[in-house]
């Protein structure tokens, strides 16, 4: 079964620092690969995705992922952080199967902005 | 714009009471899904339909249920909730199985 692991659970940056999120991932494949992001008591909102082509995915809100298949990877970036994305990060890997599809989600990583 | 709603926003319901989330959307997907998401963790899936075939996940307790009377509208169903499923209850659309999912803002369910 697949997996995704996102390492850190908690990251602290200073209002226009850079950022990037790890995420990897254990799959035979190469899987479909997205980023959500959620603000406290909302729904999760994409991101960005990647399904194939270009490894260097452009999402919104000024925010990119890189598709590392040597490394299984699928790292978040941003190069000046905003007060507003202080919110919860969600790394996910999604396989098609015989019964259906599977969408597996990372721990999550918890972004605070300080300012 | 085309969207995910979901109704009520906050729930609260008395421990074993029956009690039905909604879900509606207007982009038209063919998969509707329920998740179910506990305070610090990730999405869990309880269920999904494409169209009309109802997809469990094999750890879905039976005490949740969904229906989906038309494209549009989905329902999740908790027949006798317990102080364990109160959760944040999120619902998503996706085109297609292999494509990207879009959620709702989700239902917190409190059970006294």
């Known amino acids: 079964a697949q997996s995704v692991t996102q390492p850190d659970i908690h990251i602290t940056v200073s209002e226009g620092a850079s950022l990037e999120l790890r995420c990897n991932y254990s799959?035979?494949?190469?899987?479909?690969l997205f980023w959500y992001v959620q603000s406290p008591g909302q729904g999760l909102q994409l991101l960005l995705k990647?399904?194939?082509?270009?490894?260097l995915v452009q999402g919104i809100k000024g925010f990119e992922a890189e598709f590392k298949r040597s490394q299984s990877s699928f790292n978040l970036r941003k190069p000046s952080v905003h007060w507003s994305d202080a919110a919860e990060y969600f790394c996910a890997v999604g396989i098609l199967t015989g019964g259906g599809n599977k969408l597996t989600f990372g721990t999550g990583t918890q972004l605070k902005v300080e300012l | 714009d085309a969207m995910v709603i979901q109704n009520p926003r906050y729930q609260v319901t008395q421990f074993g009471k029956p009690v039905t989330l909604s879900c509606s959307q207007t982009?038209?997907?063919?998969?509707m899904y329920w998740y179910q998401q506990k305070s610090s963790q990730a999405p869990k899936l309880l269920f999904h339909?494409?169209?009309?075939?109802?997809?469990n996940e094999a750890d879905t307790p039976d005490n949740f249920q969904s229906r989906r009377p038309n494209t549009s509208f989905c329902f999740l169903d908790i027949r006798s909730p317990g102080l364990g499923d109160a959760a944040m209850y999120l619902c998503a659309t996706s085109r297609d199985l292999d494509r990207e999912r879009y959620f709702g803002p989700g239902t917190r369910l409190t059970v006294l």
């Open positions: 339909y494409y169209d009309k075939d109802f997809n």
């Open positions: 799959y035979g494949a190469t899987p479909y």
């Open positions: 982009l038209n997907h063919n998969v």
């Open positions: 990647y399904f194939s082509g270009d490894t």
